[in-house]
């Protein structure tokens, strides 16, 4: 009993891993092999922009959990410019003679304006 007080005794649920832990240690052995390795850098000698979204196309196989991740990550616009063109398309669509428009219709009509071409 006196080895159980002081912590000498290991038990079984300490010593088996939890599928949790497991998935830590595959994202960290990943994250590690990415560090080692050398990847493009974006722009070359040669002014030849390389694209992060091809690499990681390509090596998504070698890193498939944090591939997940960085393509979240990539694919938000850099700039604001998308989100601007929807609110001025947006004043446009309700207007003051318009301005009794239910949320659900507006919004159907910005969907329209913007995929007119396949409507």
Request: with cysteine; proline share 6%; glycine share 0%.
């Amino acid at each position: 009993m006196a080895d159980f007080m002081c912590g000498n005794e290991s038990s079984e649920e300490e010593d088996s891993e939890t599928p949790e832990d497991a998935f830590v240690r595959a994202i960290d052995a990943q994250i590690e092999r990415y560090k080692a390795e050398k990847y493009p850098l974006l722009n070359t000698d040669t002014q030849k922009y390389n694209c992060p979204l091809v690499w990681w196309s390509k090596n998504a196989t070698n890193y498939p959990d944090i591939w997940k991740l960085a393509v979240r990550i990539l694919h938000i616009p850099a700039t604001s410019a998308p989100a601007e063109r929807v609110f001025s398309v947006a004043s446009n669509v309700i207007s003051k003679k318009r301005a009794s428009l239910t949320p659900d219709n507006a919004n159907l009509l910005i969907f329209l304006h913007d995929n007119a071409e396949f409507v």
